[in-house]
């Protein structure tokens, strides 16, 4: 078991910045592939990011070149670094933890076996 809390949303103006984290705790937490994803009323759930356990990382088209994803296996956290941010990029964001051993995976919410309760990020025009 793996239990995950983000925090670090709130709102934010057009063109701002925030880091979301999502702390891990259980089993073995710096085993697992971390990924974030995000959902917006009225959308269907969007990858945005992940991190394998071995530390490579995938973005999602729409947030290449703005977001960043690292993780601190000492201290069981990843973040999510978001620059540029856009009205667009307003959803509830969730980090999710999977064992996950082949890339093409990471952007499937259905390889994750664990997901935090997310936390909102709104952009403002």
């Known amino acids: 078991q793996v239990q995950l809390v983000e925090s670090g949303g709130g709102l934010v103006q057009a063109g701002g910045s925030l880091r979301l984290s999502c702390a891990a705790s259980g089993r073995t937490p710096s085993a697992y592939a971390m990924g974030w994803f995000r959902q917006a009323p009225g959308k269907e759930r969007e990858f945005v990011a992940a991190?394998?356990?071995?530390?490579?990382?995938y973005y999602g088209d729409s947030v290449k070149g703005r977001f960043t994803i690292s993780r601190d296996n000492a201290k069981n956290t990843v973040y999510l670094q978001m620059n540029s941010l856009k009205p667009e990029d307003t959803a509830v964001y969730s980090c999710?933890?999977?064992?996950?051993?082949?890339?093409?995976?990471?952007?499937?919410?259905?390889?994750?076996?664990?997901w935090g309760q997310g936390t909102q990020v709104t952009v403002s025009s």
């Open positions: 991190i394998m356990s071995g530390g490579s990382t």
């Open positions: 999710a933890a999977g064992r996950i051993y082949f890339s093409d995976y990471a952007t499937t919410p259905r390889a994750y076996n664990y």
